[in-house]
């Protein structure tokens, strides 16, 4: 199959994502002179280890355990996203990233509240 486009031909996207490094770079310099916002970000962090150690280190002991490790696998890829984003200078999208959050947040809650409800969240149609 003959290639149609040749993709090495796609500087601009190298220089996009040059500059979105130098953009993180810029505004992990900024949070590191502001004690409250980095205060936010190491939360964030260790809140996304917590996500990490319980959607990828722990071993689900029953079916609605490991419903809710794939919620948290969806909780770290979205906030994961979002501090990408929002470090490269995309703050309009990042915060649109936020939205999932809270739709994951709100049924882990639920859940978490009447874990008896998992299974009948699982089954609906």
Do not use: C
Request: charged fraction near 20%; charge should be negative; aromatic fraction near 10%.
């Amino acid at each position: 199959m003959e290639l149609v486009f040749d993709i090495a031909h796609l500087g601009n996207l190298g220089s996009l994502h040059e500059h979105e490094e130098n953009l993180r770079g810029e505004s992990l310099g900024i949070l590191s002179t502001d004690p409250h916002h980095a205060e936010i970000l190491f939360l964030v962090a260790t809140a996304m280890g917590i996500l990490f150690g319980f959607s990828h280190d722990h071993q689900a002991q029953s079916d609605d355990e490991l419903t809710l490790q794939y919620f948290g696998i969806r909780l770290f890829n979205t906030a994961g996203a979002s501090i990408k984003l929002a470090l490269a200078g995309y703050a309009q999208q990042a915060l649109a990233e936020t939205r999932d959050i809270m739709d994951v947040a709100f049924p882990l809650d639920y859940f978490r509240t009447y874990p008896d409800e998992i299974r009948v969240w699982e089954e609906a149609d």
